[in-house]
């Protein structure tokens, strides 16, 4: 099953203009992560926040949790043509025995930044 | 320093074919992964590995199968193609300590006939 589910499913902006997506799910979390792919690429990590944590920034990423409410949002200023990708959440929950070994992710949100 | 390699990266098999995917890490990781891929959806976890000679079943496991004998190399077998296996695969890895970030391959993209 979906643990993350990211929203909108797709978002077409402007270049210079800022893009958010959100992402909820379902059960306690140790963290939650971010993924960008490119069409036909494979994933790539941009960000993780933990769940003690509220806000991250990374460069042009700002990601916030919300563990209250079981959401996230990734927000990308000053977006590029170059930021157009698929951009995925994926959460990290610890086993009944502790261990970390799985990250469950989202459907994604397709981001089509415009020139 | 290559990262997660894969092979091949595209492949065309008849119902009932057989084939093996492999996914090559030179990053040291002890952990790796087999995703797939299908259109409006995310990544689903087919099997992984947390050290080597050890394998355990993902989220949707019916029709494959894994080894990894060695640690860097982790394979992926469908005995018996069927047209619902048609996919974009991924490989991934990771650490065992730190952050459970993952590093994806490239994917493979599978047709069956």
């Known amino acids: 099953s979906q643990q993350g589910e990211e929203d909108p499913q797709a978002l077409s902006i402007q270049e210079g203009e800022n893009a958010t997506m959100n992402c909820s799910y379902k059960?306690?979390?140790?963290?939650l992560q971010w993924y960008r792919q490119n069409s036909g690429r494979g994933l790539v990590h941009l960000i993780l926040?933990?769940?003690?944590?509220r806000e991250k920034h990374s460069g042009r990423l700002r990601v916030t949790l919300d563990t209250s409410k079981k959401s996230s949002s990734l927000l990308i200023t000053a977006s590029r043509a170059a930021d157009t990708a698929s951009y995925f959440c994926?959460?990290?929950?610890?086993?009944?025995?502790?261990?970390?070994?799985?990250?469950?992710f989202g459907k994604g949100t397709l981001l089509t930044v415009n020139p | 320093n290559a990262g997660v390699t894969q092979t091949p990266k595209f492949r065309v098999l008849k119902t009932g074919q057989s084939m093996t995917l492999l996914c090559a890490q030179d990053?040291?990781?002890?952990?790796m992964y087999w995703y797939r891929q299908d259109p409006g959806m995310g990544l689903r976890l087919i099997h992984y590995?947390?050290?080597?000679?050890?394998?355990a079943k993902g989220e949707v496991p019916d029709g494959y199968n894994v080894s990894r004998l060695k640690k860097q190399n982790f394979l992926l077998g469908l005995e018996s193609a069927a047209p619902s296996q048609t996919s974009v695969y991924f490989c991934?890895?990771?650490?065992?300590?730190?952050?459970?970030?993952?590093?994806f391959g490239p994917g493979t993209r599978l047709t069956v006939l």
């Open positions: 926040i933990r769940s003690n944590e």
């Open positions: 994926a959460t990290g929950s610890l086993n009944s025995g502790g261990s970390n070994y799985k990250l469950t």
């Open positions: 590995s947390v050290g080597e000679g050890t394998t």
């Open positions: 990053m040291n990781h002890e952990y």
């Open positions: 059960t306690s979390i140790n963290n």
């Open positions: 991934a890895s990771r650490w065992s300590r730190g952050t459970d970030t993952q590093y």
